[in-house]
């Protein structure tokens, strides 16, 4: 199976590779459609519970996870990056006031500390091994108080292959980095019709 990269992501035609698992006629309406999907739950409790000033996801899609905090949290500000311009576009439909850009993880465009929350979800499993740490860095540079990763784990901190993406050691990353971590395995109930998921995946909130 082939790995996904950046390319993949900025280049992704939009009928490509059926991967979603409802009835959308393209990937982007898809994640457009996926504001209510099981495993956000935890992302808006997880914000609830430290109630930040303000939200920066990287690699925030077409912006389902900001769109449902924003309707749960109206005082919260929140912003986005993604390497996908035509992502970034289709959130500011939805988001005109939230502060979007494109963007990587590599290369966060904010200034250190200025947001209380970064939120990574479903987005690092795609940086390979030798770049992992200088994305798990940029993040730590812009967080003030929480980190939020949801991701697929495995015992390796560098990672290893799972089908086109990367399974790591998160939790020894950001302990490693000086946060305490707590974790929530990925459920069933939590992320529907993946194995993949159910088998790896865990929701994760760093502090210092």
């Not at 209510?36 to 996870?65: K, T, W």
């Not at 108080?145 to 901190?157: E, M, N, W």
Request: proline share 5%.
């Amino acid at each position: 199976m082939k790995l996904h990269d950046a390319n993949y992501w900025i280049n992704r035609p939009m009928d490509s590779e059926h991967d979603w698992v409802d009835d959308e006629d393209n990937w982007i309406t898809s994640y457009v459609a996926s504001a209510e999907h099981p495993h956000r739950q935890l992302i808006v409790d997880a914000v609830r519970r430290f109630y930040p000033c303000n939200v920066l996801e990287v690699g925030c899609n077409v912006g389902s996870n900001l769109i449902r905090l924003k309707e749960m949290f109206v005082n919260i500000q929140v912003a986005g990056i993604d390497i996908s311009e035509k992502c970034i576009n289709i959130t500011r439909d939805y988001l005109p006031k939230a502060s979007l850009k494109v963007g990587s993880y590599f290369n966060i465009p904010f200034p250190d500390k200025s947001y209380d929350c970064v939120l990574a979800d479903a987005t690092l499993m795609y940086a390979g091994p030798d770049k992992i740490n200088e994305a798990m860095a940029e993040i730590d540079r812009i967080a003030r108080k929480v980190i939020i990763v949801v991701d697929r784990v495995s015992k390796s901190k560098e990672g290893t292959r799972s089908g086109h993406v990367w399974a790591r050691n998160y939790p020894l990353i950001l302990k490693s980095m000086g946060y305490k971590v707590e974790k929530t395995p990925i459920t069933k109930e939590l992320w529907p019709y993946s194995q993949g998921w159910q088998k790896q995946g865990m929701f994760m909130v760093a502090t210092k």
